[in-house]
């Protein structure tokens, strides 16, 4: 909808999600300035709601646009949504993952907005994913002349993936997630500065909790039969990368593109190659895909999550219970000691 034609519909428009955005504030008690003794934080999703909380604790309410259950790619927000992002005092997100959010901030955010992508540069979409050359491929991923001069077949890329494309899911490296809750507390503390010894002593605690699992994940991950994991949707390469491991995307970086028939049967012979035990899909995503290639290589179907939201049936898990339920799933699929 255009609503820039006339001053008069301009106007009209901006009436209804006025009111619209009132109805839904008032219908909700998570609104932005309800506590005036606490600083209001909008995260963009789960992850980032997880370390908010922790790092802000009983000083800071946290609402979060994506809620439990929806995929938080394809965030769409309502005018009351809007509305929490301008009032908010502060705005933690992921510029480039939703690109609601990314409009939203650009319109509304002003100087309130804690970018993580500025703590911490995202790893290129590629990076932690397998790399299945037989060592005819270049660096560049494309194909190149074999030995005898002729030109090698080029590999099915997973669908929707594009040169320069980079890789969201940083919270999946809990020591990656430990910096920037160590920033959060230092923006947290320069909104509120009374307080900013209290926020920066809950980071601490939190990344010795966090350096915890990840000492549990290097030595859970040493010993293993495989170090390949087939996945639905590239989201693992952060944690491939950091545990030695490799991942064999089904599709790119967002789940709902579909792969291709060619890029399904290269997925299917490496499962086999590497016999796979197990295809990995995820909670918001359908598993149709995995439960195809599972059934073509004798393989199983599991969960792996990559904790981009909660879902709507986990009553009391957090990022810590999530991210253990991973390391048990992947040490059963990977035949670890």
Known sequence: MNIRSTPRVLAAASSALLAL????????DEVAGADPQRVDVVAAFYPLQFVSERVGGDAVTVVNLAKPGAEPHDLELNPG????????????????????????VEQNGGDRVFDVTTVQPLLDAAAGGHDHDHGHEGEDGHSHEGEDGHEEEKKAEPAGEKDGAKDPHVWLDPTRLATIADKLAERLGTADPDRAADY??????????????????TQ????????????????????????????????????ENEPSPQRLA????????????????E??????????IAKEVGAKTAVLDPIEGLSADNTGGDYFSVMRSNLETLRTALGCS
């Open 21 to 28: 955005g009132a109805v839904t504030a008032c219908s909700s």
């Open 81 to 104: 949504q809007v509305g929490q992002v301008s009032e908010a005092e502060l705005v933690v997100y992921l510029k480039g993952f939703q690109p609601a959010v990314d409009e939203a």
């Open 200 to 217: 920066t002593a809950r980071a601490t605690t939190l990344r010795t909790e966090l350096e915890k699992l990840d000492a549990e994940f």
């Open 220 to 255: 859970g991950l040493k010993t293993c039969q495989r170090r390949e994991i087939v996945v639905s949707h590239t989201a693992f390469g952060y944690l491939t990368e950091r545990y030695q491991l490799e991942q064999i995307g089904i599709s790119g970086l967002s789940p």
């Open 266 to 281: 290269e997925v299917t012979e490496e499962a086999r190659e590497h016999k796979a035990t197990t295809i990995f899909f």
């Open 283 to 292: 909670t918001l995503v359908s598993p149709k895909v995995a439960e195809t």
